[in-house]
Nanobody
Framework: QVPLVESGGGLVQPGGSLRLSCAAP????????MGWFRQAPGKEREFVSA????????LYADSVKGRFTISGDYAKNTVYLEMNSLKPEDTAIYYC???????????????WGQGTQVTVSS
């Protein structure tokens, strides 16, 4: 099991920015791809973005392309999700997750953080 801890959520106005962080144990990134998912009230959890140093790539949901950027600090074992031009529809609980493969599919991710709330509202 891979313990993951998210932070950085909060309340932001439309058009604003937030950066989420996900801390993982040492050497996680050498074995796992890391993803961000979100779940809005009354909706299913959905894929947001993912990154893999093993497979050397990133993935984004169409709804966040051009606004969100996923990155990571390999030495600090931390993955980031930089969110810009936030919209009310980005309001959700954001979860960090680990997978053995770079994927958009929730079923491929076996280890999850507790989530951090992001609220976009004026």
């Amino acid at each position: 099991q891979v313990p993951l801890v998210e932070s950085g959520g909060g309340l932001v106005q439309p058009g604003g920015s937030l950066r989420l962080s996900c801390a993982a144990p040492e050497r996680t990134f050498s074995s796992y791809a890391m993803g961000w998912f979100r779940q809005a009230p009354g909706k299913e959890r959905e894929f947001v973005s993912a990154i893999s140093w093993i497979f050397g790539g990133t993935l984004y949901a169409d709804s966040v392309k051009g606004r969100f950027t996923i990155s990571g600090d390999y030495a600090k074992n931390t993955v980031y999700l930089e969110m810009n031009s936030l919209k009310p529809e980005d309001t959700a609980i954001y979860y960090c997750a680990a997978s053995r493969t770079l994927s958009t599919e929730e079923s491929e991710y076996n280890d999850w953080g507790q989530g951090t709330q992001v609220t976009v509202s004026s």
